[in-house]
């Protein structure tokens, strides 16, 4: 009883201390981490990995993992709950550009600088800061950025034109299995999908790896890697 105790309360132990520093690095641990960040990282995890190993005899430190389990599944309940506890242990959306303009503020305080920003800026597209309206920091370290309105991409409501329908495309084939509970949502037959494969010069579904139906009709096939006659090659 004394190992069981003793692998408990280490557990609990550096359950806390990792969220609490993880929450102290920063939004930057999860989105932009450096080279620098990723050593600290894993030193960390490594150090208390060791803390809990080295304590702990025998079997009972498999115990360990199944308490992280249990206090990570915890805590996620209390966050569904409280929106208190949510807001200290995870953060909350930062504005980091209003209007155009950088908040150097809102920088320093989330230690987050200017090339972590042009960074993210330029994985959504963005290479010229006038072209952002607004951009906010999100919890979990991810950049949403809202372009100013001359740059946002022109759509069928700006052109007061109607639209059809589209939703999700509905699996038929996946890999070489046709799902016959799909084919019958649709109204949908076996002779019609062995007319659409024989228009295609398809003769064996195992061939296919995914096959999908779209609202507007449309069947997508895709075969499997070694049915291809020709694979396009990226390296020179």
């Not at 929450?23 to 809990?52: C, E, H, N």
């Not at 019609?192 to 449309?218: C, F, H, M, P």
């Amino acid at each position: 009883m004394d190992q069981l105790f003793l692998v408990t309360w280490k557990s609990f132990l550096i359950f806390f201390m990792l969220v609490t520093l993880s929450r102290s690095i920063g939004r930057k641990l999860l989105a932009q981490m450096s080279y620098f960040d990723f050593t600290v990282a894993i030193t960390i995890g490594s150090i208390s990995g060791s803390y809990v190993v080295q304590m702990v005899q025998g079997m009972w430190v498999l115990i360990a993992p199944l308490l992280l389990t249990i206090c990570t599944i915890f805590f996620d309940y209390i966050h569904l709950k409280n929106i208190r506890i949510r807001k200290i242990s995870e953060g909350e959306p930062v504005v980091v550009i209003q209007n155009g303009r950088i908040l150097e503020k809102s920088l320093k305080r989330l230690r987050y600088h200017l090339d972590n920003l042009e960074s993210q800026l330029r994985e959504k597209g963005i290479f010229d800061f006038n072209e952002v309206e607004f951009a906010v920091l999100e919890p979990h370290g991810q950049l949403s950025v809202l372009k100013k309105s001359q740059y946002l991409p022109l759509t069928p409501e700006d052109m007061k034109m109607s639209t059809k329908y589209k939703g999700m495309s509905t699996e038929i084939i996946k890999d070489g299995q046709i799902l016959e509970q799909n084919l019958k949502q649709n109204n949908l037959t076996r002779e019609w999908l062995s007319n659409e494969l024989k228009q295609r010069s398809i003769n064996n579904i195992s061939d296919i790896i995914y096959a999908a139906l779209n609202t507007s009709g449309v069947l997508y096939i895709s075969l499997r890697q070694s049915n291809l006659k020709y694979i396009q090659r990226v390296e020179d």
